[in-house]
T-cell receptor
Framework: GENVEQHPSTLSVQEGDSAVIKCTYS??????FPWYKQELGKGPQLIID?????GEKKDQRIAVTLNKTAKHFSLHITETQPEDSAVYFC??????????FGSGTQLTVLP | DSGVTQTPKHLITATGQRVTLRCSPRSGDLSVYWYQQSLDQGLQFLIQYYNGEERAKGNILERFSAQQFPDLHSELNLSSLELGDSALYFCASSSPSRASGGGLRTDTQYFGPGTRLTVL
């Protein structure tokens, strides 16, 4: 089955700096790659996703890039703010199937 | 607010007991997924239902079962509970959509707030 690895497990940045989280996947048939943000005591919240037919997607301060050949994808957050502090999960799936999640990254934005 | 609701929010019970967790998907969503989140295993897929029928199974224990009812709400039943079953249980829902080329697009899954299960 699919295996998703996520790095780093913890990341601390100064407010205003950029943060990058990287994931690799094993199943070349995976075609959907969402990113979720989870705050303490809450469920995962979708923040951005990318499908295998595009290489990059951007939504304001958040961007995701996908390299299908290398089977890796990354989350980029620019101009970080304290409210960006949370656990971020990457995931991968095939059409209409369950998500396989990475192990999560605890992002701390220091004021 | 994702539109997915889960009850109860917290559940404390004893080993050997049986509990039922409930999920109401977003309006119009036909698929329901159950995930377990524990400290040592992360977010793990348990089971998926689509319009009342089981679609996929993950690492779901035989002591666990689920169903999706005609009104599309779903229940996850956990029996003979063990200490190791303590975790957060999330439900997610989605609806299929067609890509511009006509093929089926992968669903976007929206998660509920979860049920925290503590087994003492």
């Amino acid at each position: 089955g699919e295996n998703v690895e996520q790095h780093p497990s913890t990341l601390s940045v100064q407010e205003g700096d950029s943060a990058v989280i990287k994931c690799t996947y094993s199943d070349s048939a995976s075609n959907y790659f969402p990113w979720y943000k989870q705050e303490l005591g809450k469920g995962p919240q979708l923040i951005i996703d990318i499908r295998s037919n595009v290489g990059e997607k951007k939504d304001q301060r958040i961007a995701v890039t996908l390299n299908k050949t290398a089977k890796h994808f990354s989350l980029h957050i620019t101009e970080t703010q304290p409210e960006d502090s949370a656990v971020y999960f990457c995931a991968a799936s095939k059409t209409a199937r369950q998500l396989t999640f990475g192990s999560g990254t605890q992002l701390t934005v220091l004021p | 607010d994702s539109g997915v609701t889960q009850t109860p929010k917290h559940l404390i019970t004893a080993t050997g007991q049986r509990v039922t967790l409930r999920c109401s998907p977003r309006s119009g969503d036909l698929s329901v997924y159950w995930y377990q989140q524990s400290l040592d295993q992360g977010l793990q897929f348990l089971i998926q239902y689509y319009n009342g029928e089981e679609r996929a199974k993950g690492n779901i224990l035989e002591r666990f079962s689920a169903q999706q009812f005609p009104d599309l709400h779903s229940e996850l039943n956990l029996s003979s509970l063990e200490l190791g079953d303590s975790a957060l249980y999330f439900c997610a829902s989605s609806s299929p959509s067609r890509a511009s080329g006509g093929g089926l697009r992968t669903d976007t899954q929206y998660f509920g707030p979860g049920t925290r299960l503590t087994v003492l």
